[in-house]
Structure formats: structure tokens, C-alpha cells
């Protein structure tokens, strides 16, 4: 369905936009003709495959596009060939952090989405519109159409997530950030693990579109369980600050509880001469479960302070080793 968006900023006019592909050219290139016929009005863009399988090279079928985009907004098609496959979230970070620091082009704006046509890109020019007015535009997941299980198991992280952190992840790789916003986002070395979770970290400024879920374009995702759960830790492990605050409150709470308790009951067996029981014994309990928390959580405190002592580099300054090419398709 073609969008359009009308008065934009000079400042904002020629972008890039990443698709990180793992063995699915096809839908990369489906995905890039749907693209090419939106109408978005003032706006350039360069789009950067990242082909995070470099055992299978880069086809050919993506001349085929060449006419077409040298016609639309779309302005050149170059692939970055990687020297070994690194996980659809690296493969995003070194993708972006070329066109940051590599590119001959100073974008203006860096748009994300997956190759495989869940992230629909009919809501491409409305992101763009929002930018105008922030400094990144998220697509906020609406209408899903996994499996019940799967949003089960995705509701129980969502609530998880946000019990941990006071925010609720609502979207994921498919957004625009400016210039600005995703040297902020890469510059941050936890945005080679997951990039909604770092972007929750690292910016302030977020404005979101609702889009619904698309049909993938070809066959079944290839995220076995185990790394979906893999992902889902690893976000939450990225708000290691605010995990470890909330849990140091919780901490506190109980041992406040505790110690009400325990003088209510000493008390009771001071002044009433109430003999002590189980309530006793559980009190008891509750303040020594609560002071190996408290313990634990200091410890967390530390090993983190000295895990961020040891900062490892970030996109913005490792991303080169990792790409063995760069090969311009057209533009």
C-alpha cells in the first residue's frame, strides 16, 4: 500500500536503510520492490543488505532490481558481506555502524527492518514523517500472527521486562533513528546483543507508530525456542541498572517487613507474654532470606561495576573486522 509524507525536514532528506538477511535473498528482494514503490515525497534513501551468510554469497537476482530503483526514493542497493555468519542483532549493529563511519555518504537518518516481510513497509513513509519531530520513530507491534504459544511466552517476557525495569518492550528491530540517536544507540556495546533493548537504555526522545504484523514472504522463521529465550535474557540482562535497583527495593521492603514483624512479636512476648510459634519461626526466616538477598544483590552490584570496568568495544569501533566487502548492486 503506498504512503506518502509531505513536507520534510531538509535536514532529514537522504537516509539509508539495513536489512539484515540470513539465506533469504528472495524475500530481501521482494521486500526491497515493495519498498521502491512507496511515495515518499522529498525523501532519498540507500539501502544496505547485511549478508550474515556469507557461505552462500550474494545472488544475482538482485541486478534485476537496478531499473527500478534508479526510477523510486531508493538511490543505490550495495551488500555487505560479512566473514562469518554473527546473529541477526550483530549483523544490524555492523550494518548501521558502517553507514555511521564508512559509508562516502553522511545520512541524515538510519532506518532498520527485517528482510523477511513480518516488519510491513507500508508504515515506511509515516516513520519518516514522525522523525521531524523526535529523534526515534519505533514500530510499535500490533496485531501478531504467531502461534498461541508464542504470544503466551511473549506476554510472560513482556511482564518480566517490565517488572524488572518499569518499561514495556512493545517493539522490536523495525525503526528510524536520526543520525544523532544511532551514534548514541551503537556507540553502546550492548547493541550488538539487542537493539530495542539498548534503545530503551540509550534514548529518551521515542515516538511510536502502531503496525501490525506481516506473513513472512517465504517458509517458517529459522529462531529455534532456545533463542528466543536467549534474546529475551539478553534484554533484560542490558537494564542490569534497573533490575538490580528494583531488586534492591524489593530487598529492603522485606527486611522492613521482617523486622515489623519480629518487633510486633517480641513485643508480644515482652509486654502480653504471648507464647512464640510458627508466626515467630516464619519472621525469622523471612529476615534471614531477605539479608542473603540483600548480599547477593551487592554482590550482582559489583560483578557488574567491574564487567562495565572492562568495557568491551562497541559497533561503532569493531564493526570493519567483521565485514569482508562491501558490494555495490546499483545506484
Not at 267 to 273: D, E, T
Request: net charge positive; aromatic share 10%.
Amino acid at each position: 500500500m503506498p504512503g506518502t509524507s509531505s513536507d520534510p525536514d531538509p535536514r532529514l532528506q537522504h537516509g539509508a536503510l539495513v536489512l539484515p538477511c540470513y539465506r533469504d535473498f528472495d524475500s530481501a528482494s521482494l521486500l526491497i520492490n515493495e519498498i521502491s514503490s512507496l511515495i515518499v515525497s522529498g525523501f532519498s534513501c540507500d539501502v544496505f543488505i547485511v549478508n550474515d551468510c556469507p557461505s552462500a554469497g550474494t545472488p544475482s537476482l538482485l541486478h534485476n532490481l537496478s531499473d527500478q530503483l534508479s526510477s523510486s526514493w531508493l538511490k543505490k542497493l550495495s551488500v555487505i558481506e560479512l566473514h562469518a555468519n554473527v546473529g541477526q542483532q550483530a549483523a544490524i549493529a555492523i550494518g548501521v555502524s558502517h553507514c555511521l563511519s564508512c559509508s562516502l555518504v553522511e545520512y541524515s537518518w538510519i532506518a532498520v527492518m527485517d528482510a523477511d516481510g513480518e516488519d510491513r513497509p507500508h508504515a515506511l513513509p509515516e516513520l519518516l514523517s514522525r522523525l521531524k519531530f523526535t529523534t526515534a520513530v519505533l514500530a510499535k507491534r500490533g496485531r501478531r500472527l504467531e502461534s498461541k504459544g508464542f504470544l503466551v511466552a511473549y506476554r510472560i517476557y513482556q511482564s518480566l521486562f517490565w517488572a524488572g525495569t518499569g518499561d514495556w518492550p512493545d517493539f522490536g528491530n523495525y525503526m528510524i533513528l536520526s543520525r544523532s540517536a544511532a551514534f548514541e544507540v551503537f556507540s553502546d556495546p550492548s547493541s550488538w546483543i539487542h537493539l530495542a533493548s539498548t534503545v530503551i537504555k540509550r534514548i529518551q526522545d521515542i515516538d511510536k507508530v502502531t503496525v501490525d504484523r506481516g506473513m513472512r514472504f517465504f517458509g517458517a522463521s529459522r529462531m529455534g525456542f532456545s533463542k528466543l529465550v536467549f534474546l529475551a535474557i539478553s534484554a533484560i540482562t542490558i537494564q542490569s541498572e534497573k533490575v538490580i535497583a528494583r531488586l534492591l527495593l524489593f530487598s529492603g521492603a522485606v527486611w522492613l517487613l521482617s523486622l515489623a514483624a519480629i518487633l510486633y512479636l517480641a513485643f508480644k512476648k515482652v509486654f502480653l507474654a504471648s507464647p512464640l510459634g510458627w508466626a515467630t519461626i516464619l519472621s525469622m526466616q523471612l529476615l534471614s532470606f531477605s539479608s542473603l538477598l540483600s548480599v547477593g544483590l551487592i554482590s550482582v552490584c559489583f560483578l557488574v561495576a567491574l564487567a562495565r570496568a572492562r568495557r568491551s568495544p562497541s559497533p561503532l569501533e569493531e564493526h570493519a573486522r567483521h565485514i569482508s566487502r562491501v558490494l555495490k548492486v546499483s545506484g
